[in-house]
Every structure is written in C-alpha cells, then in structure tokens.
C-alpha cells in the first residue's frame, strides 16, 4: 500500500528530511524537477516545444529546475508573478536556470499575461507550476486568469504536465468548488495527497506518477490513509500447495436470493467460485431454489424455511446458523428481499463464522442507525452510498462528500471493516485506518456487480484472510476484473456476469 498524505504530513515528512537527516531544501527541490522532466521526456516523447509556466513559490522552483533539465528542447518560461517575490530555494535555481543560459519571462500582471497567454498556450506541452499543495482557497488575481486560460485551451488536459498537483486543487480534499488546471499527467513527490486519490478532485489529474526525491518512507508510516496496489491483492491469493484439495480454500455459504433476485445470489456465488473458493452453497427459500440452482452446476444448494409472508422465517434462524457452522464464511443479503429484513438481523447477530453483509443484510440494521449493526463475527460489509446514508442517518449526497469519514465511522460503530462501493471505493477498518482503490470503471455501474464483489469477499474470508485483507483484496481485484471487462466489450455493453467470468484474468496479472 501506498501512504497517501495530506499537506500538514508532506510538510512535515519535507521537514524531518532536511533537518533530522540532513538533506538540503535544495537538494530536495533539484530531485523533485529532474523528475518532472524525466517524466516529460517519457510522456511526451515527440513535443519539441515546452511552455513552463512557474509560480513564485517552491512549486515554481521545480519548475526552474525541471527548465534547466529540459535546455535541449529550449523551453518557455514563465514566471507569473514578481521576480523580487521569489524566495529561498526557489530564488536558488532561478537564478541557476538564467547563470546557464536559460531565459525567464517576467508576467507581473494579468495585462503581461493577455500580450504572452497566447504563445504560451500554444506549445505541444504546459508544465503547470504554478500552485502546489498548500492552497487553502480560491486562486484569484493573475493565477486565476492563468489557470482559467489553461483549461480553456486545453480543456481535457492534453499535453498539460502539472507539478505536484494540478494548479488550483486543493490537496486534502477530493471535493473541489472552483476552477483548477486539469492534467494530462501529474508528478507528486513521496506519496499521493488526498485529493489525487478521491473523486471527483482525482479526475482532474490524469496519469498519476509518484517520483522519489529522497524523502524517507519511514516518514510516512503513520500515515491513516493508503492507495491500494497489485502487490497488495497478490497476497491473497498465493500459489496453490501441490496437494491442495477442495477444503484447503474454504466453503462459502450464500444465503439470499428471493423469487424474483435469484440472480443475485447466483452472481455472489459466481464471485466466490471463481476467486477460488473450494465450495459454495446457496441456501434460500424453497420456491427460489430450483432457479439458483439453474444457475452454475457447480454449486449447491439448501433449502431454508419461509413464514407466512414469504420470507425467510426469522424463527427458525438456528437452522441457518447450523448451515453457517458447518461452513468457513457467509455471504448474508445478496437477492435477500424485504421480507426477510427481521432474520438478516438475527443471523448476523449470531453468525459463529467470519460473514459479509450486503444489500439487504445492510438495510435489515438500518432503522435501528448504526449502532444497531454489530456483527457477531468478523465481518466486512459492503454498503453501496445508498445503504450507508441509510445506515447513518443522513443523506446520499452527504455520504459523497465525505466517503472517507464515512466508511471510518460505520467501521467504528460495526466494529467491522466496511467497503465504501462506488468510484474509488474505500475500505476502512475499525481503528481508522483506511484505503482507497484505484482499480474499477463507469462501467462497473450496473445490477449485479456488488453481488459478484460479495461473493469475493466471502471467497477470502472462507480461505483464512482476515477481514482487512479480504476487503481490500477483493475490491482491488473486483475492480480489475472490471477493467478487463471493459477492455473486451466496453463499458456500456458489460455486465455483472462478465465481471465474474474476469476475475480468471484479473487473478492471473496479479502474479505477471
């Protein structure tokens, strides 16, 4: 995993690097724009005319520095602003770009823009370093205007390089309210910051490279927020043990799948089928289970009690709970319908093993708000923004804008680890501690895919993955089987079921 940091700790892990350890601001600075060049010569390989346009600040400094290792392709320069304003190291490799022959363009006003923004914008790449981690609010004046021209010219990014961050986004926040510069690439330093890894601030950053400047890896260790990577799913799923068996990777038991959302459960068991769960079973009612049983010949079934309203029979939950004991993890709520709100809650109260709740596993605890949900056993749930404001007590929007809070403060009251599904989806853990997933595409956006992710869940919990590990594991590889997806059909054209017939794929990168 990779620590993912606001400004406060980029600030302080700069701060420890230069006075605990001794490695000069300068120092720093130099690393940070030889990479930003080096990203330059690799990204766009064929433009031979650079525009850079530089702030006053450190963000400026790179910018000089990543001018001075770009003088074979002479670049513009730009320094919008007051040559008398530039300071400590930045005023350092300013004046080391001009002692080597380097020339920079003065623009003190938004008048010295409008006579230049035209030449300038017209180079086959921009090097935005202009702004960098710490805004705190609305740009105005010269950068405004400067950075208004910028998505103007080039309004998806295209051959925008934006230093640290794109000009204008603030760093601690996915959340943005005002116009920012939207890259083609950006090049951060150390680790990702906040707002480069949620949306929709994310969007606006195109390909994301993190370039080591020296700055120590212990510095960040403390860091609560993390961006999940391949490795990190890898271990999930180790190779195989010659004499494994079909007990070696567990026995998942599904328990949903109403008349009417049987494919729900079907998609779950799918899920955990194909990310190597030894044995699945279905239970559901007796009218539902012939059509689950339609669905993959390799599962099984059992059959579970209905009361007289069609549901499952709430009083008859220790027959359930036998099936659950006999079993390594439940999936609980996939197609479980409104009619059995009353057993979801008297199961997942009891559960003897580790279980995922989903759906209406989730919905079941939520006239009772958050407290009301409390596994019995480990569990990971997996709310979509719906059933989390449903779960909370607030509303969708609210639950958007705040993603990270959220998963944090159902994973405390639950005591479970939660996964936040949607763009970026987000697990967090009971203690704080939370991740963001960088895997996944609009076209995940469709009925089923939650069930299939379910059913992975369940899937590595029944394997012996601790709830952390299953949550992450699974929505990392969810959302590359996803990807895979999409690159076969497209992502208007895929569907849950493709989703599950991905992860054979998916599964098999994760070890290329």
Not at 148 to 156: F, G, I, M
Request: charged share 20%; net charge neutral; with cysteine.
């Amino acid at each position: 995993m990779i620590p993912v940091l606001t400004a406060a700790a980029m600030r302080a892990a700069d701060r420890h690097t230069i006075e605990q350890l001794g490695l000069p601001g300068p120092v720093l600075m130099e690393n940070a724009g030889a990479a930003v060049a080096a990203a330059l010569r690799e990204e766009f390989p064929q433009a031979r005319h650079v525009a850079i346009l530089c702030g006053k600040g450190n963000n400026g400094g790179d910018g000089f520095v990543a001018a001075r290792r770009l003088a074979d392709r002479a670049p513009a320069v730009y320094l919008l602003g007051s040559r008398t304003d530039v300071k400590g190291d930045a005023a350092l490799h300013l004046a080391a770009f001009e002692r080597g022959g380097g020339r920079v363009h003065e623009v003190a006003d938004e008048a010295a823009w409008e006579a230049v923004r035209g030449a300038a914008l017209r180079h086959d790449v921009v090097v935005d370093a202009l702004l960098g981690t710490g805004l705190r609010e609305a740009p105005s004046g010269l950068l405004a205007r400067a950075i208004s021209d910028v998505v103007a010219a080039r309004p998806r990014g295209q051959g925008v390089l934006a230093v640290d961050l794109p000009s204008g986004l603030p760093s601690d926040d996915g959340g943005v309210e005002w116009d920012t510069v939207r890259a083609a690439v950006t090049v951060t330093f150390a680790a990702p910051k906040v707002s480069q890894v949620l949306p929709p601030a994310c969007e606006r950053v195109g390909v994301l490279r993190v370039a080591d400047i020296g700055i120590p890896a212990t510095t960040m260790a403390a860091s609560t927020l993390w961006l999940l990577e391949r490795g990190d799913a890898a271990l999930a799923w180790p190779p195989r043990a010659p004499g494994a068996h079909k007990g070696t990777f567990g026995h998942v038991l599904v328990i949903g799948g109403s008349v009417g959302k049987t494919g729900a459960a079907g998609l779950a068991a799918l899920g955990a089928l194909r990310a190597g769960a030894g044995l699945v079973t279905v239970a559901t009612g007796a009218a539902a289970l012939p059509l689950v049983a339609a669905a993959r010949l390799e599962l099984m079934t059992e059959t579970l009690p209905l009361d007289a309203a069609g549901g499952l029979a709430a009083n008859r939950v220790d027959h359930a709970l036998e099936l659950a004991a006999a079993r390594d993890a439940v999936v609980l709520g996939p197609g479980l319908g409104g009619s059995s709100l009353e057993f979801a809650r008297a199961f997942a109260a009891r559960c003897p093993v580790p279980l995922v709740l989903d759906a209406d596993a989730l919905n079941a605890h939520a006239a009772g708000g958050k407290a009301a949900l409390r596994p019995a056993a480990p569990a990971v749930l997996t709310p979509h923004p719906g059933e989390m404001a449903r779960l909370l007590g607030a509303d969708t929007r609210g639950v958007q804008a705040r993603r990270v809070e959220a998963a944090r403060e159902l994973a405390a009251s639950s005591g479970a680890v939660v996964a936040l599904k949607g763009e970026r989806t987000v697990v967090a853990r009971p203690d704080g501690r939370a991740a963001v997933n960088p895997t996944g595409n609009p076209g995940l956006a469709t009925g089923g895919t939650g069930d299939v992710l379910a059913g992975i869940a369940g899937a590595l919990l029944a394997r012996g993955c601790d709830p952390w590990t299953a949550a992450t594991a699974a929505v990392y590889v969810h959302g590359l089987a996803g990807d895979h997806a999409a690159e076969r059909l497209g992502q208007e054209s895929m569907l849950a079921g493709d989703v599950a017939e991905s992860l054979s794929s998916a599964l098999r990168s994760l070890h290329g």
